[in-house]
């Protein structure tokens, strides 16, 4: 069975401050998401990363894929109470399109 | 566009009662998967249909089963619900090419007593 691996598992920090959120493996993905999931709803993606070294902005968000497509970070500057929420990473592989989620990073930005 | 729904929002279930949980998408997907998700254990797969007329073991089969009415519409049934089986299921769906993006429903919270 794959594993993907986050940490922290839990982040508590005041509106303003920058944190980074990591998801490691030991195996190669083709592909890296990352998605957002509020309670009560279902996650949301956010951005894929398919290639090696990869980097995407959205707004103030920057994700990270590893140079060998094991890994990959999530960084958020100046958060906001609206970055609240549960943020799963999840590695794509096999021609079965199945995905491998990690355990999740429950945010709490505080005003 | 609706894009993926799920039937009912809550259940509870007593000990040995069965249920089907209802799940459809409106956006022309071949594939589609359930999903559980318990504290701490993020999505763990269930089953998932890579297409119509196919169903494939996820990591957590047991208990369930699962059937790929159309190309719409994919359903999870328990037989006999087990209070293991206290959980929230998500139903999710993805085309048969891109990069594994997956979208997903807004989830049914199931109590087994």
């Known amino acids: 069975t794959q594993l993907l691996e986050q940490s922290p598992q839990f982040l508590s920090i005041q509106e303003g401050e920058n944190l980074t959120v990591y998801c490691n493996s030991s195996?190669?993905?083709?592909?890296l998401q990352w998605y957002r999931q509020e309670p009560g709803e279902g996650p949301v993606l956010l951005v894929t990363?398919?290639?090696?070294?990869e980097v995407k902005k959205l707004k103030r968000l920057t994700f990270q894929f590893g140079d060998a497509r094991k890994d990959s970070s999530l960084h958020i500057t100046a958060a906001q109470t609206g970055d609240t929420g549960l943020y799963l990473c999840?590695?794509?592989?096999?021609?079965?399109?199945?995905?491998?989620f990690g355990s999740g990073t429950q945010l709490t930005v505080l005003p | 566009n609706a894009g993926v729904t799920q039937t009912p929002k809550f259940q509870v279930l007593k000990t040995g009662q069965s249920m089907t949980l209802q799940c459809a998408q409106d956006m022309n997907h071949n594939s589609m998967y359930w999903y559980r998700q318990d504290p701490g254990m993020g999505l763990r797969l269930i089953y998932y249909?890579?297409?119509?007329?196919?169903?494939d073991k996820g990591e957590v089969p047991n208990g369930y089963n699962v059937s790929r009415l159309n190309k719409r519409e994919f359903s999870l049934r328990l037989e006999s619900a087990a209070p293991s089986q206290t959980s929230v299921y998500f139903c999710a769906s993805s085309l048969p090419a891109g990069n594994y993006e997956q979208y997903f429903g807004p989830g049914t919270r199931l109590t087994v007593t």
């Open positions: 999840a590695g794509g592989k096999g021609s079965a399109r199945q995905l491998t």
């Open positions: 990363v398919v290639t090696g070294g």
């Open positions: 195996s190669v993905f083709s592909s």
């Open positions: 249909s890579a297409s119509e007329g196919t169903t």
